[in-house]
């Protein structure tokens, strides 16, 4: 009996152009239409933000992230499972209250919210009766939009849990991409270890759904950043990004924050959707943004996807060393100026900051300096 064979797929090379036409266009960059990526963090620190940010890029083509492929205006289904439909409208009328009047049409035209509380997935354990989901529904309402948002996956999973239930949760967000040709971004949370900075962060780093994240296409990174000024500072990354274009994968990218909670990378696309160029901060805190911070060094990343893993490290203090660190390089006590090197109450306030903040360890500035006075005055002496 003769088979007639329709799963093999012959190369050829004649057809290059057609097998171009037939692939499923990017959105992100990275990410295409049916296929799902993460948006990764540990708690509170604006990942729904950044979702909504995200959103507002893919609704009015305007670059605040940097993270779509085009200009064109697209279309955006946001799902806030986690801070529920209200809440999130209050954002976003928020948000909207500081856009100009074009771009407030373009997002009322291109974005919408997706108001369900029923989880899309159920336990193995659950018999076959009970197993019906809401999943068929959001793909028959998600059908038509370019970026679906699925914000968290934990809560959006139900009682499934993140381990035993692993296969069910990627097999969901497979066909949910799939069946609706759309691309699928899902938030979730990093694992304790690594939101500690005990272990490196990786592709997998998110808490259980190790093979949900290892089929994953695509990962991005919000991170917190502690300084010693108390102050906190943010950045974006991809740890996933097999895909990405080589000029345009984040990594540790300071993330601004306008003064009404919207974080972008972009300033000059805030003053387009704004037209106004100072509405912003550095970060919630209202921080000098005239120094870029960065790039940042509070975690290790290792992209387990390359075979040559770039690896950020944290930077040692000088608390962490076992040596103090090498001293300033001062100039010889006869090159000193006696008069500029006469201590002002000024100048031991911002010696005695400045030694705060770098941490170090040993004889003050102050105290050389003193010092160099000291020994130019008995020269002289002599």
């Known amino acids: 009996m003769d088979y007639q064979m329709t799963n093999i797929v012959d190369i050829d090379m004649s057809k290059r152009d057609q097998h171009k036409k037939s692939k499923a266009p990017e959105v992100l960059h990275g990410l295409p239409k049916g296929k799902f990526g993460f948006l990764i963090s540990t708690p509170d620190t604006g990942k729904s933000y950044t979702c909504l940010s995200l959103a507002y890029e893919m609704a009015t083509g305007i670059h605040l992230l940097g993270l779509s492929t085009n200009s064109e205006p697209k279309k955006v289904l946001y799902w806030p499972m986690e801070d529920g439909e209200s809440e999130t409208m209050e954002r976003v009328i928020m948000h909207l209250s500081h856009f100009g009047q074009p771009y407030v049409e373009l997002i009322e035209k291109n974005l919408k919210l997706y108001n369900m ?137 300071p993330l601004h924050w306008t003064e009404y909670s919207l974080p972008l990378l972009n300033l000059a696309a805030l003053s387009q959707i704004e037209g106004t160029s100072d509405a912003f901060t550095s970060t919630p805190s209202k921080r000098n943004t005239e120094k870029a911070p960065g790039p940042y060094r509070d975690f290790e990343i290792i992209d387990s996807g390359e075979q040559r893993s770039s690896v950020l490290r944290p930077e040692p203090s000088a608390v962490d060393l076992e040596e103090d660190p090498p001293e300033q390089n001062y100039p010889e006590a006869d090159s000193i100026d006696m008069d500029a090197a006469t201590l002002s109450e000024e100048s031991q306030e911002k010696a005695k900051q400045h030694k705060k903040e770098t941490s170090i360890i040993g004889q003050s500035d102050i105290e050389k300096l003193k010092s160099y006075k000291k020994k130019s005055q008995t020269r002289n002496n002599r």
């Open 117 to 253: 509380e029923d989880a899309i997935c159920h336990p193995m354990e659950v018999s076959t009766y009970l197993q019906n989901t809401h999943l068929d529904t959001l793909i028959a309402e998600g059908k038509g939009f370019d970026l679906i948002i699925v914000d968290t996956i934990r809560e959006a999973s139900g009682a499934c849990d993140e381990v035993k239930d692993d296969r069910v949760i990627k097999m969901a967000l497979q066909k949910l991409a799939k069946e609706t040709g759309s691309a699928v971004i899902v938030t979730h949370h990093l694992t304790k270890e690594a939101a500690r900075g005990n272990e490196p962060i990786t592709s997998i780093s998110g808490s259980g759904l190790s093979e949900t994240l290892a089929n994953s296409r695509y990962q991005l990174l919000v991170q917190r950043h502690q300084k010693k000024t108390k102050d906190t500072e943010y950045s974006l990354s991809h740890i996933k990004k097999n895909y990405v274009p080589k000029n345009k994968v984040l990594t540790q990218q």
